[in-house]
């Protein structure tokens, strides 16, 4: 799972320079690449689907789903499709809330005694 994820970041961000560094009759050539890509990454790594937006000044750019969000019943991927997560959300959550500590926004001693009511924590 976690090799996944770092294909799935590396892929994402090298996608996301691309995509934002090329203007629309580029990018179809893009594209072309990062599907190739990603359909070759899906079976290599035997992941059933994935959905990928890329968002440019808070905008969606491109957006796609490739491969099947249920197999047995052969329900292809959307851009719009919603997967489980499992327990991935909890690594981002942990590193956002170590961004907001790091840039003085947010206390831990205060998460940990209001949002988690951890009294004693010293």
């Known amino acids: 799972m976690k ?4 294909i799935l970041f590396v892929v ?13 009759g580029a990018q179809d050539a893009v594209t072309a690449k990062v599907d ?5 990454e899906m079976q290599k790594q035997k992941i059933p689907g ?4 890329v ?3 808070g905008r969606l750019i491109y ?7 249920n197999v047995e019943h052969k329900v292809a991927v959307k851009p719009e499709t919603i997967f489980q997560s499992g327990s991935v959300g909890k690594q981002f959550t942990s590193m956002a809330i170590m961004i907001l500590v790091e840039e003085g926004k947010v206390e831990v001693a205060l998460i ?6 951890i009294s004693n924590y010293q």
């Open 3 to 6: 090799q996944i994820m770092k």
């Open 112 to 117: 940990l005694i209001e949002v988690l009511s």
């Open 36 to 40: 190739a890509f990603i359909k070759n």
């Open 63 to 69: 957006a796609n789903g490739y491969g099947f969000a």
């Open 55 to 57: 968002i440019k000044n």
């Open 12 to 24: 994402f961000a090298t996608i996301s320079a691309s995509l934002f560094a090329l203007k629309t």
């Open 50 to 53: 994935v959905s990928l937006g």
